[in-house]
């Protein structure tokens, strides 16, 4: 028979079969307990895996947001960097490239035609230096456009950037072309896309304002001699606040004696009427500020008896249809002007056309249609502003003693220009 088992009562010890709930010896009752542990909830493990399919779809997110191409928008100024490093992009004045102009005023003659170059430079954020052509290599294309006037008769286009000779620190240059009727406004957007895909918008905001033009004419005030000019000249001056263009139409006179022009410009036109036409025999000088607007000489003879200058000029100065005859120099340019001369005569001079400036700003590089005959020298280039190529189209040139003396090594454009 085999033999009991038995276990302990939980209470007082003694030998209890193991179905037991009742102690015989101490009279205690007892149940088996059975640990319990509350439920896990279905809940928790999802939230946990929900949790990290976040994290991995934002690490996601992340990384293919980083790959995008980014988009740069700034107003003047456009700070860039790829793994090469850091730059500027800027659209600048050539007298300070790393300063942002990002708004300009332009003064304007109603009905006149303009030209204003834009500038964009890149430079090095780190040390400044010129990094426009490390930069060019990056950009697979650049435009740029102009915002048009809303309605009236006004107009505004703007040329494809490309390099200038005129501005040798700039990257790109765009020259915008316009006529004011009225004041307008209006913007140019640069727009670099880099091979990357990145894009860069660069802008300029522009305010074209009408000015106003003032006209005198010989009937209406005295200037029939140089005295009674020069007296024209002075009031005008004190009493005509800039911008206002002044526009003089001088009789077929005779002038005797000097012209002086020093707080202002003042524009000139010449007549021709009864076989006269207007002519001075004296010396015109224009010591105006280069940085007003340009003066204009149209029909009007200079003659002289073999000294002295016939046009001195300090100031922005466009001569068309002019004729400077028998002087030590005919035109000069010096200080900071930049001097045009166009369809224009230079004959029996020392000097006809001396160029002696050390400005920085053009306002045209066309000197066609001159005609410059029996000169010492014809042209006289000592100093120019920029090392932009002057061009001389159809301009004639004989019997000079020396036809051009390009003493500054100025570029030149005389491939269709006429030597005899």
Known sequence: MPEKTFVPCPKCGADLPPEASFCPYCTESFNPRTELHPPRRAWGRVLRRVLLALVLLSAGVGLYLAGLPRVYDGLGEVIYTDRDGTYQLVLARPENRYQPVSTATQDSEQGMEYRVPVQLYINHMDSGADAGQLFLQKVAQVTVEVTPPSGGADTITCTEPAPHDAFPGAALVTLIDYVVQEDFSSQVLWTLTMDNGDVIHLRRDYQFQLI???????????????????????????????????????????????????????????????????????????????????????????????????????????????????????????????????????????????????????????????????????????????????NFQDSVFSGNGTDIDNRCEQPLDISRAIFE
């Open 212 to 390: 106003q033009t003032l006209d005198y004419y010989p009937e209406e005030y005295p200037m029939e001699t140089m005295g009674e000019l020069q007296a024209m000249v002075d009031h005008i001056e004190s009493t005509v606040d800039l911008p206002t263009v002044v526009n003089l139409y001088l009789p077929p006179v005779t002038y005797e004696g000097d012209l002086v022009v020093e707080e202002r410009s003042i524009n000139l036109y010449g007549t021709t009427a009864g076989g006269r036409r207007t002519t001075f025999t004296g010396s015109l000088r224009l010591d105006v500020d280069s940085n007003q607007l340009i003066t204009y000489l149209q029909g009007i003879d200079f003659r002289g008896s073999g000294q002295g200058i016939a046009v001195s000029a300090a100031a922005r100065v466009w001569a068309e249809d002019c004729a400077f005859t028998g002087w030590q120099t005919g035109l000069l340019g010096y200080g900071g002007a930049w001097v045009n001369a166009i369809d224009c005569q230079f004959e029996d001079n020392e000097v006809g056309f001396h160029f002696n400036s050390t400005g920085t700003s053009v306002s045209h590089t066309m000197y066609n249609d001159n005609l410059f005959r029996d000169n010492g020298t014809a042209v006289l280039l000592q100093n120019v502003p920029t090392d932009v190529a002057l």
